[in-house]
């Protein structure tokens, strides 16, 4: 028999981390010869890769991977080359123009990463199957299969987005030459029915809380997805992404719980079963990103995080802050990403109009720790200059101090690895994101979302608007900023292939419709029966 997807997600880079159980210790019979083996080595394993500790592994907290792509490629925020640093052979500023190609590097390992949890769920689903029916009985087995259901539809939700048509695989026995590429619309419906199975089996606990339950697939989780699912199906159910000609919401219709409603409207279902389920907006929005953040009554699904017991890393405040900024807190630090200007002035930076979350969200101006200013090595302040960045500051006077830096997370102070192993989870899923997602769905579907758009800006104390979808979208660039969703977000508004505050028109950029990523190279020459996508 062929190695099972052994040229898909690569045999020498993921060989070692298809088997979780040790070999020179147990045997397979034995590692699954009990509940809590079962559970051990089928189940919890599954959760070492929701996070991450190299590059383009996790979902968020690394480098050149899922949140990269999510953000690098927008209007949020970019990484400016500053003379001899984040160049890097040009990709920056390739994810920013929208340059990449087939052979982009952070594209093609994500896609790895994809897959490889995809296989191992693939897997664990067998040895549930072959082993959990002596051992379990039926509730722990519907259980546990509800959760590796789940959690394998989430992996495929970011293939989903970030690919579009791709090969839905089930069986650890396929082989990639044999492993068939589907149509969005397709393995959207695929996703959403995994999901919709699994649900009633899984625990109604809050996944962020400490317990058993911590950092696993939960209804509530489930919940959420199958908001976004909503929320986006008129892009994910349109096969030909390259016509502008996408399916109206209000004539895709879902069956739930026996009734009939549209896209819009089966979004809102799912806001208030989260609400039901008891999550509601914390008081002071950045709790949530606190260095002790489990306690959250708004997180949804997170990265547990615990710098003396997990090799989880977040690395977007280290390669934000300047480098005297990292020292003064007895850190390293990076001088790279920054928010662009069109970020700032739309939370009115420069105006006597300035949202609150700009102070929260980002560092800018003077910094100051424990009391005393930073300064540069030259001994002057260090002062970031938001409204001095462009995509290459190569020469610029503030080459070093060019843009808004990352501030969102509480810093901890006692990190370890440089202020890479923190103690904040790393929020993934968080039910201010679903209240935008209510008031966006009612707009769509004919209604007034202003009730649940203000929500969210009375908590910022900041005063009503009208919730019109341009405001909506403003909101959630203020409210979820550094959350990795403005790409979707963009797309979505039919935003995300006009120019940037500094993009310039790429020759050729008609033909090409990089709401989704290509489909690898070497991904395609291993299986010629798929298709690239369009323009690449």
């Not at 020179?24 to 010869?33: G, I, P, V």
């Not at 379990?136 to 959760?147: C, W």
């Not at 058993?212 to 008129?234: C, D, H, W």
């Not at 830096?405 to 690895?417: C, F, G, I, V, W």
Request: hydrophobic content about 35%.
């Amino acid at each position: 028999m062929k190695h099972p997807l052994l040229y898909l997600i690569g045999l020498l880079f993921f060989s070692s981390c298809l088997d979780e159980y040790p070999h020179d210790q147990l045997s397979e019979d034995q590692a699954f010869s009990d509940a809590s083996g079962l559970y051990l080595n089928t189940v919890a394993t599954l959760y070492n890769y929701i996070g991450g500790n190299a590059d383009s592994q996790g979902l968020q907290g690394t480098s050149r991977g899922v949140y990269d792509l999510c953000t690098f490629t927008t209007d949020e925020a970019m990484l400016p080359t500053r003379g001899g640093d984040w160049y890097d052979g040009g990709l920056w500023q390739e994810l920013y123009l929208h340059t990449w190609t087939a052979a982009c590097m952070p594209s093609g390992d994500t896609w790895k990463y994809l897959y490889k949890v995809i296989v191992l769920c693939n897997q664990s689903l067998e040895r549930l199957e072959k082993y959990g029916n002596a051992i379990l009985n039926d509730d722990q087995f519907q259980a546990l299969t509800a959760e590796v259901r789940a959690l394998r539809a989430m992996y495929y939700y970011y293939l989903l987005d970030l690919y579009g048509r791709v090969p839905y695989i089930t069986s650890s026995d396929i082989d990639f030459s044999e492993a068939e590429q589907i149509e969005r619309k397709d393995l959207f419906y695929l996703i959403y029915d995994d999901l919709t199975d699994a649900l009633p089996h899984l625990s109604p606990t809050h996944s962020n809380l400490k317990g058993s339950y911590y950092g696993r697939i939960t209804q509530p989780v489930v919940f959420f997805l199958l908001a976004k699912m909503n929320l986006n199906a008129e892009i994910w159910t349109d096969n030909d992404w390259t016509d502008e000609n996408r399916p109206d919401g209000k004539n895709i219709i879902f069956d739930i719980d026996n009734q009939k409603f549209n896209t819009w409207e089966a979004c809102m279902y799912w806001f208030w079963r989260l609400t039901d389920n008891g999550y509601q907006l914390e008081e002071d929005a950045y709790d949530n990103f606190a260095v002790s953040n489990e306690s959250s009554k708004e997180n949804i699904f997170v990265i547990p995080m615990d710098k003396n017991l997990y090799t989880n890393q977040f690395k977007n405040l280290f390669r934000s802050r300047h480098y005297n900024h990292g020292s003064a807190l007895g850190m390293a630090a990076e001088n790279g990403t920054c928010a662009t200007i069109s970020t700032v002035k739309t939370y009115g930076y420069g105006t006597d109009d300035l949202d609150s979350r700009f102070t929260e969200n980002f560092f800018a101006g003077n910094v100051a720790v424990d009391g005393k200013l930073v300064n540069l090595d030259n001994g002057e302040p260090l002062f970031y200059e938001p409204l001095e960045v462009k995509l290459d500051m190569t020469g610029s006077r503030y080459e070093k101090t060019g843009g808004a830096r990352m501030k969102k997370y509480e810093t901890d102070r006692t990190a370890l690895s440089d202020g890479l192993l923190q103690d904040n989870d790393i929020v993934l899923f968080r039910y201010a994101d679903a209240v935008l997602m209510m008031a966006e769905a009612l707009v769509r579907n004919g209604q007034d979302g202003s009730e649940f758009l203000n929500m969210i800006r009375k908590r910022a104390g900041m005063p009503s608007r009208p919730a019109t979808l341009d405001n909506i979208l403003d909101e959630r660039l203020m409210e979820l900023a550094w959350e990795g969703w403005r790409r979707q977000d963009l797309i979505r508004f039919d935003r995300f292939h006009r120019a940037y505050d500094q993009r310039p028109q790429v020759k050729g950029e008609e033909n090409r419709y990089t709401t989704v990523f290509p489909i690898p190279g070497n991904v395609l020459s291993l299986n010629p029966n798929n298709k690239q996508n369009p323009g690449y």
